[in-house]
């Protein structure tokens, strides 16, 4: 321990202007640290076999008695065997973890959202996450600190009373379930990433699997499955004649480019001229903008090549269907008001379902052929894993019959057994 230095008053540590260190007396090992602009106390100690010195605070702002009974206390620390300096920084991280465990939900939901923008694919993806998380989460999780958040708090987001489609008000999980069982996955995403980031611990509340499953019904056994609406296979024929006489209307020609080649909405109105190879009758649809983030192969018949032929090519954009302002695709509320127009009360993601039911009631394609039309991702990840063709050839024949039906005026379909 250091030895007792000469008791400083006040007065005579005030009259010090000698730079380093100057012992104070009063206290084994308190000194007054002076430099060039600065004066402050240090308490040096040995601990293990080392030297540690410990900052007090400034002088005078920590007066000399301060420094005093400061330095007293530590000595009494160190013979119990504790290092001021460890005990400081340990207090030091505690304060700064409860700081952290008090980051809200609506925080870290944000910060997720922002985190994992630019890895979805479709730009509606985070209007999704954001508009469910602030309709149903944060009037009930947004403002609590995301360290509190239990399976009470998830329930109560869960089972909270809303209104469904038929009007009538009931549980959220059970009368709007699709929209409920995608929140829970959401907040347990969010919920996950605050626990990497160490905002909390422990389990997640959020968790279906082994949890969650406890307290609510399955999916499956309350999920009211909203279909798109569809055109009946027998009307594609005069659908598509009318389509035909929408002279000048560029959207009908999306429309029908979209029918014939039984693709997505988004997948036709960001098409380019850079994926069209008139030349192979082939249209692929780069991964980026597959749903399954896969690259797809449609098929051109003759009907789809006399459209594209057809179409002007626009300076300034890449784009089969460019909106008008010539540069950006069109919206994805283009078909939706094209088929209001029309009198329809029917959605363009239902002619998916409709070139299905066709191909399953009038054809004898197999399944797997029509799937690999649609795109559809394989939902054995076993079936997947061995899949080595996507069909091609053979949807040739199918897409080729497809645009035959879609031109006559009945139900009559070529059946082309494989």
Known sequence: MPKIAKRL???????????????????????????????????????????????????????????????????????DGINPIEERATKRAEKKLAVL????????????????????????????????????????????????????LVLAVLQQKTQGRDEQSGEFWKVKNET??????????????????????????ARWSGHLEH?????GKVQDVQHYKALPYAEVGEFVRKLRSLDGVPSAKALEFLILTAARSGEVR????????????????????????????????????????????????????????????MSDMVFSQLLARMGYDITAHGFRSTFRKWGGEQTNYPRDVMEHALAHKEPDPVVEAYSRTDLFKKRIRLMDDWAMF?????????CAPL
């Open 101 to 152: 465990k008090n980051k809200t939900f609506r925080e870290c939901a944000t910060l997720y959202v922002e985190a994992q923008r630019d890895g979805w694919r479709n730009p509606k993806h985070a209007k999704q996450w954001e508009s469910t998380l602030a309709t149903y989460a944060f009037p009930v999780l947004g403002g609590l600190p995301v360290s509190r958040i239990d399976t009470g």
């Open 215 to 219: 307290e609510l019904p399955k999916p």
């Open 180 to 205: 409920a069982s995608r929140l829970r996955g959401r907040i347990e995403a969010i919920l996950d990433w605050a626990s990497v980031r160490k905002y909390r611990t422990g389990d997640n509340p």
């Open 9 to 79: 008053t006040a007065l005579e540590v005030a009259s010090l202007k000698k730079k380093g260190l100057h012992a104070v007396g009063g206290e084994a090992g308190l000194y007054l640290r002076i430099a060039e602009a600065s004066r402050g106390w240090i308490y040096r100690f040995s601990m293990g076999g080392k030297r540690f010195d410990c900052g007090l605070g400034r002088y005078p702002t920590v007066s000399l008695e301060a420094a005093r009974a400061t330095a007293a206390a530590q000595h009494l620390k160190i013979r």
């Open 406 to 414: 879609a031109e006559k005026n009945n139900a009559e379909a070529p």
């Open 270 to 329: 960001g098409a380019t001229w850079e994926e069209i190879d008139l030349e192979k009758k082939v249209w692929t649809v780069p991964a980026k903008r597959m749903k399954a983030g896969q690259a797809h192969r449609v098929p051109l018949s003759d009907a789809s090549l006399s459209l594209l032929r057809s179409l002007p090519r626009i300076e300034g954009t890449n784009l089969l269907f460019p909106s008008v302002k010539k540069n950006v695709a």
